[in-house]
C-alpha cells in the first residue's frame, strides 16, 4: 500500500524508529511517518545546507550508502550521520539531528559510523568510530578525562534596521547553568552575504558574569560561544547585546 511518494530512502540505514514515529532521510529531505508521511517540521532551516549547498558540510551522495541513523532516547533526538564532501578519508564525519520536542535542528562535526542505545538501567547511547571502539556517549561533561570542546554559532542577524552601523556595547549572558569559563566571539559584517567580517572580538564569560564590555560595530552580527576546559558545561537560554547608532545610513 503506498503511502508516500518522491519519499524514499537516501540509504537502508537511514531511518530509525522513535515513540510513536518514523524518521528518515530522501535523497533531498527528511520525513515523518505517524500514520502519514509528512516532512519533518523545520527541516527547511538545515534542508540546504545538508543537500544543496557548496559548504563543506553538504553530503556526499557517492557516499550516500554510508549514512547511520540513530535515536537518543536520553535527550529524545534523532541523529544521522554522514560523510560530507570535506571528508578526508570517505567516512561519516558530520552529523545532523532534530530534537522531537520541539522540532529544532542542529549539525556538527563527529565520525560515527554507527548508532544504537542499550536498554540497560542507564539506558547507554552507543556510537561506533572509525578507530574501531564503540563509545559511551551522554554520560559525564568529558571525553575520556580530557576536556571536550562545544560550541554554539549563530548565523547573522541584523543591528537595528540592517541599513545603518551600529555599535555593540555589551553583550548580556543568559545561561540556566555554566560550568567553567565560556569564550564569546561577537563577529560583524556589512551586509548577510558578505564574504568578509569586519570585526571578530573575543571576550571571557565568567560564571556570574551579568554583563560583557563588548566593543564592536557593523550592521550585522553573530555570536559564538565555547566552551573547553574540564566539567564544562553550558545551557543557552535567551541571551542579549547592546547596540547604540554608529553611523549615518548610506
Same mark, same amino acid.
Given at each position: ?6 519519499? #524514499? ?25 505517524? #500514520? ?20 563543506? #558540510? ?33 567516512? &561519516? ?47 559525564? @561533561? ?9 560550541? @554554539? ?38 551586509? &548577510? ?7 571578530r572580538t573575543s571576550f571571557t564569560i565568567a560564571d556570574g558574569d551579568a554583563l560583557v564590555d563588548a566593543r564592536c560595530g557593523g550592521r550585522y552580527a553573530g555570536i559564538r560561544l565555547t566552551s573547553n576546559v574540564i566539567g564544562g558545561d553550558m545551557r543557552l537560554g535567551t541571551p542579549?547585546?547592546?547596540?547604540? &547608532? ?5
Amino acid at each position: 500500500r503506498v503511502v508516500g511518494e518522491n519519499c #524514499g530512502l537516501i540509504c537502508a540505514t537511514a531511518f530509525c524508529v522513535a515513540p510513536a514515529a518514523v524518521l528518515w532521510m530522501s535523497a533531498r529531505d527528511f520525513h515523518i511517518f505517524t #500514520g502519514v508521511v509528512a516532512a519533518v517540521p523545520r527541516a527547511e532551516e538545515i534542508r540546504d545546507f545538508i543537500f544543496h549547498d557548496e559548504s563543506t #558540510g553538504r553530503i556526499d551522495r557517492s557516499k550516500a550508502d554510508k549514512i547511520a541513523c540513530g535515536f537518543n532516547h536520553k535527550h529524545n533526538e534523532v541523529w544521522w550521520h554522514y560523510v560530507s564532501i570535506s571528508s578526508a578519508d570517505g567516512e &561519516p564525519d558530520r552529523y545532523v539531528k532534530v530534537r522531537l520536542d520541539d522540532y529544532s535542528w542542529d549539525v556538527g562535526t563527529l565520525t560515527r559510523t554507527a548508532m544504537a542505545y542499550h536498554k540497560s538501567p542507564n539506558g547507554d547511547v552507543l556510537m561506533a568510530g572509525t578507530d574501531s571502539y564503540i563509545y559511551i556517549h551522554e554520560t559525564g @561533561l568529558d571525553a575520556a578525562g580530557a576536556a571536550m570542546e562545544a560550541y @554554539l554559532e549563530s548565523g547573522v542577524v541584523a543591528l537595528g534596521n540592517g541599513q545603518t552601523d551600529m555599535d555593540i556595547d555589551g553583550f548580556i549572558p543568559d545561561f540556566e547553568r555554566q560550568t567553567g569559563n565560556i569564550a564569546l566571539e561577537i563577529f560583524t559584517k556589512d551586509r &548577510p552575504m558578505s564574504a568578509s567580517e569586519l570585526e571578530r572580538t573575543s571576550f571571557t564569560i565568567a560564571d556570574g558574569d551579568a554583563l560583557v564590555d563588548a566593543r564592536c560595530g557593523g550592521r550585522y552580527a553573530g555570536i559564538r560561544l565555547t566552551s573547553n576546559v574540564i566539567g564544562g558545561d553550558m545551557r543557552l537560554g535567551t541571551p542579549l547585546i547592546e547596540i547604540s &547608532p554608529a553611523g549615518e545610513s548610506r
